[in-house]
């Protein structure tokens, strides 16, 4: 029997906040995963990388601090060592979860860089917070290199970065090409690696891409029949966290519209996976997405918890 094709998308309950909690988060997150797989699906993997390319940013510029012999790395390299990093747990604790149940589908990470546009508006009000706080001065510093800090009174200086959309995904054929030979892909990790095209050559931006704007585009490049986003919560809410709070089994992307409008979805949370999923729907209109969290993957593509989003 053909297998349906899963995008699948990680969110941060998936992988921890730390080095450890990743080493252990990873080890149940490829149980559901090969769930999914004996289920009948062909899975397509990507993942957030919020704490990591973080903590990779943090170490980095501590390093050139105490050691100015240390050139200062720039986001679209963290973002490349967050995907390598993370890539390696998932790939290895899912190839060892195969294994123990018999299953001998390949597990690779494709390296995913994306392009996004220069003029992108984003760049210009840029929103993503990371790395370490800094002083004054360091901030000024900052600031002379033309880059966007943010002041947290009390705390210090953070510096932000800007979350354009993903235009195109520059290794897509090498995950098509993967994905329809039945392997288990994790690509464009994290949202992918910012580049922008000049001519023949991609550079990278100083920016992030948000992993579940890339999650819906991965999907519907890829003509997937499922996407599958598992977050923090079982399923979609009205009035999510109030009394009135109530869960929302299936909707379409006219009732999603209408729940946008009404403010239900909070910004940095649900609503970028219900923009995803619109995304996905109004290029494969015969596709659905699910959305719930790690625990009920299997059970909610049964059909019997989640929410389901069709067009």
Same mark, same amino acid.
């Given at each position: =029997? ?11 309950? +998936? ?21 999914? #797989? ?16 973080? =903590?990779? &940013? ?12 240390? /050139? ?24 060892? #979860?195969?294994?123990?149940? $018999? ?17 992108? #508006? +984003? ?7 990371? $790395? @370490?706080?800094? /002083?004054?001065? !360091? ?12 002041? /947290? ?5 953070? @510096? ?6 993903? &235009? ?11 994905? !329809? ?7 464009? *990790? ?13 550079? $990278?931006?100083?920016?992030?891409? !948000? %992993? ?30 109030? !009394?009135?709070?109530? $869960? ?14 009404? *403010?239900?979805?909070? %910004? ?6 219900? #923009? ?10 015969? *596709? %659905? ?11 909610? +593509? ?10």
């Amino acid at each position: =029997m053909k297998k349906k094709k899963a995008v699948v998308s990680l969110g941060h309950d +998936a992988l921890g906040y730390t080095t450890t909690e990743q080493w252990d988060a990873v080890k149940k997150t490829a149980k559901a995963l090969a769930d999914l #797989e004996q289920a009948g699906y062909q899975l397509t993997i990507t993942h957030s990388n919020g704490p990591q390319v973080s =903590m990779i &940013h943090k170490a980095m510029t501590e390093l050139r601090r105490v050691n100015p012999d240390y /050139t200062p790395v720039p986001m679209c390299v963290c973002s490349a060592m967050s995907q390598g990093y993370v890539g390696y747990d998932i790939q290895n604790s899912l190839r060892s #979860e195969f294994l123990s149940r $018999g299953i001998s589908t390949p597990v690779s990470t494709v390296l995913t860089m994306v392009t996004v546009d220069p003029y992108d #508006e +984003a760049f210009y009000e840029p929103d993503k917070i990371i $790395g @370490r706080y800094m /002083t004054k001065e !360091e901030a000024d510093a900052e600031i002379q290199k033309g880059n966007y800090v943010m002041e /947290t009174p009390g705390k210090g200086f953070r @510096r932000i970065v800007a979350a354009p959309k993903p &235009h195109d995904i520059v290794e897509i054929d090498t995950i098509r090409t993967l994905a !329809e030979a039945g392997q288990t892909v994790i690509a464009c *990790g994290g949202g992918g690696i910012p580049v922008i095209e000049q001519q023949h050559i991609l550079k $990278g931006a100083s920016a992030v891409i !948000e %992993k579940d704007a890339i999650a819906g585009k991965l999907a519907a490049d890829l003509k997937a029949d499922l996407l599958i986003i598992l977050t923090g919560v079982e399923q979609v809410y009205r009035d999510f966290g109030k !009394e009135t709070q109530n $869960g929302i089994s299936a909707m379409t992307t006219a009732q999603a519209q209408s729940y946008i409008a009404e *403010g239900q979805f909070g %910004k940095g949370s649900m609503l970028p996976k219900i #923009e995803a999923a619109i995304a996905y729907l109004d290029t494969i209109p015969e *596709g %659905k997405v699910l959305i719930t969290s790690i625990a009920h993957a299997l059970e909610a +593509a049964k059909g019997k918890t989640g929410t389901v989003i069709t067009k």
